[in-house]
């Protein structure tokens, strides 16, 4: 297994540009998440999936969007990027009643 | 969730035993005591979860107070690589739910030669 990988490994936009970060397991696993982790702070949580076509809003969705259409696949869309989204971010999936399981991450810098 | 408390900083000899120490005072009885790990620049790395037995797999032993208010992971036989953020975290874990991981500031474990 790969586990959970996601593309780009880094990323330079320019402010207002959109991109979509790519993120890829094949445990299986129904749900997935993304997180982002700003330099010296813990990881917050940006969107979830518990499925196949089912999302939900984490604690810091504005200015993202996702989307679930497959068990295997959970984008993360940034539509008009801005500084204070320059960040790492990760993706993460488990199965039900198990740990999470996190994949390298994605730098990105907004210029 | 309850609230984790974890020391900023430990060192550790490289061979030695490394014991990573966390309060949750306020944990409540279907509460389990998660471990987490954050290599530089990496993706956290799941460790060792428990309920109130003590746990022990390849990576590490968790040892959990009788009254279930701390907690303890050991790495047996600490090497370089072992030298990260290490996480402790108290969810529910209820089997159906999804949940999310609220990470603090952790523990920095440096493993010196």
């Known amino acids: 297994n790969a586990g959970v990988t996601q593309t780009p490994k880094f990323r330079i936009l320019k402010i207002g540009q959109s991109m979509t970060l790519q993120c890829t397991q094949d445990?299986?696993?129904?749900?997935m998440y993304w997180y982002r982790q700003d330099p010296g702070m813990g990881l917050k949580l940006i969107y979830y999936?518990?499925?196949?076509?089912?999302?939900d809003k984490g604690e810091v969705p504005n200015g993202y969007n996702v989307s679930r259409s497959t068990t295997e696949d959970f984008p993360l869309r940034l539509e008009l990027a801005a500084p204070s989204q320059t960040s790492v971010y990760f993706c993460?999936?488990?199965?039900?009643?198990?740990?999470?399981?996190f994949g390298p991450g994605t730098r990105l810098l907004v210029l | 969730d309850a609230k984790t408390t974890q020391p900023p900083s430990m060192d550790c000899a490289e061979g030695r035993a490394a014991n990573l120490p966390c309060n949750h005072s306020?944990?409540?009885?279907?509460?389990?005591v998660y471990w987490y790990r954050q290599i530089h620049s990496q993706g956290p790395q799941y460790i060792i979860h428990?309920?109130?037995n003590n746990e022990t797999n390849e990576m590490a032993s968790l040892i959990i107070t009788e009254d279930r208010k701390s907690s303890t992971l050991i790495l047996p036989h600490a090497t370089l690589r072992d030298t990260a953020v290490y996480y402790c975290?108290?969810?529910?874990?209820?089997?159906?739910?999804?949940?999310?991981?609220?990470f603090g500031k952790g523990t920095l474990l440096t493993v010196n030669p």
């Open positions: 993460a999936s488990r199965q039900q009643g198990a740990a999470q399981y």
């Open positions: 445990m299986n696993h129904n749900y």
């Open positions: 999936s518990v499925g196949a076509g089912i999302t």
């Open positions: 306020t944990i409540s009885g279907n509460e389990y």
């Open positions: 428990g309920l109130k």
């Open positions: 975290i108290v969810r529910v874990d209820s089997g159906g739910s999804n949940y999310k991981l609220t």
